[in-house]
């Protein structure tokens, strides 16, 4: 009786193994696919920042150009 429950026991371990062996299988299969995806979202957030600081340097020029004026108007 114990070398039966023995056997299923080994049984299931084997299952398991099998199991947890062809999902890391899936998961290194999978590694590609997240390192593509992510690597796209850091090239979208790179062009972002680019923009954002091409924005960055006209708004500073208008607003010291702005501020200029206004110190112009105000000496007189």
Same mark, same amino acid.
């Given at each position: 009786? /114990? ?7 080994? %049984?299931? $371990? ?10 890391? /299988?899936?998961? $290194? ?12 979202? $850091?090239? %979208?957030?790179?062009?972002?920042? /680019? $923009? ?12 010291? %150009?702005?501020? %200029? ?6 000496? /007189?």
């Amino acid at each position: 009786m /114990k070398d039966f429950e023995l056997e299923n026991l080994l %049984k299931e $371990v084997k299952e398991l193994l099998i199991e947890i062996k062809n999902e890391q /299988k899936n998961v $290194v299969e999978d590694i590609p696919l997240y390192y593509k995806a992510n690597a796209d979202k $850091v090239d %979208k957030i790179i062009e972002f920042c /680019k $923009v954002a600081d091409v924005i960055n340097r006209t708004s500073e020029k208008r607003i010291s %150009k702005i501020e %200029k004026l206004l110190y112009d108007v105000f000496e /007189k």
